[in-house]
Structures are given as C-alpha cells and as structure tokens.
C-alpha cells in the first residue's frame, strides 16, 4: 500500500481515495492512514484494482459518516446525501456489506458524527 518507509509515496489506491475524501468535504488528513488502509482493504481485491466508482462510493459514505448529514450536504449535494441516505437505510438489513463495515469502521474508531452514532446506537 505504501512505498517503502514512504521513500516510493502514496499508493496510487490511495492517492484516488484521498482526492474522493477531499471531493466528499473530508480533508484526508483528518483522517488516520489506517482508517484509509482499512477502507481499501474492504473493497475487492483488497483494493488493489478498485474502480474509481468504487473508491467514490467508499469516500461518500465514510465522509458523510464522520461528517454528518448537514456538512455533507454542504460539501457536495442534496442529491448525493439522500443517495448516501438510501444506502444507510440498508445498512440495518445488510450487516454484512461493505456499506456496514465502512459505517462500523467511523463508529469504532470514534470518528463518526453524533447523528450517525444515535441512527445506529452502537455500544463502542
């Protein structure tokens, strides 16, 4: 994922990701590298050959996660926050998609809004 010791730089993976951070209002910065990491790694393969619709959906729900519905919003669209919206609707029925692991992943590492820890009423 990175260069050796950070000698090489930033993986290309991971480079596409943070440009996705920033474009959904998440300065990627704010964000630990291993909170990235971990997101790549969901995605197939490791992330290794990820789509850049993928990493843009991982981006958008991660961002709106930590961010809240009101500065995501603000950041990007209406349209995109109810789309986000819709996917989070679904979290509850699907445990065990990739739209959960990255909500779980914002809940435990107490990086989400206190809107998405109320929705989802998790014990971290």
Not at 7 to 18: D, P
Not at 42 to 63: I, T, V
Not at 73 to 84: F, G, H, I, N, P
């Amino acid at each position: 994922m990175f260069g050796l010791f950070g000698l090489f730089g930033k993986s290309k993976q991971m480079t596409a990701l943070e440009t996705e951070l920033r474009t959904a209002g998440l300065h990627p910065h704010l964000l630990h590298d291993s909170i990235k990491l971990t997101v790549l790694r969901l995605l197939p393969e490791g992330g290794k050959a990820a789509r850049p619709e993928e990493l843009r959906s991982a981006a958008q729900l991660l961002a709106y996660a930590i961010l809240g519905p009101r500065d995501f919003a603000e950041a990007t669209s209406l349209r995109e926050k109810d789309e986000v919206e819709r996917r989070l609707d679904a979290v509850l029925d699907h445990p065990d998609s990739l739209d959960a692991q990255i909500v779980m992943l914002a809940l435990k590492t107490d990086n989400a809004d206190p809107v998405i820890t109320e929705r989802f009423q998790v014990e971290t």
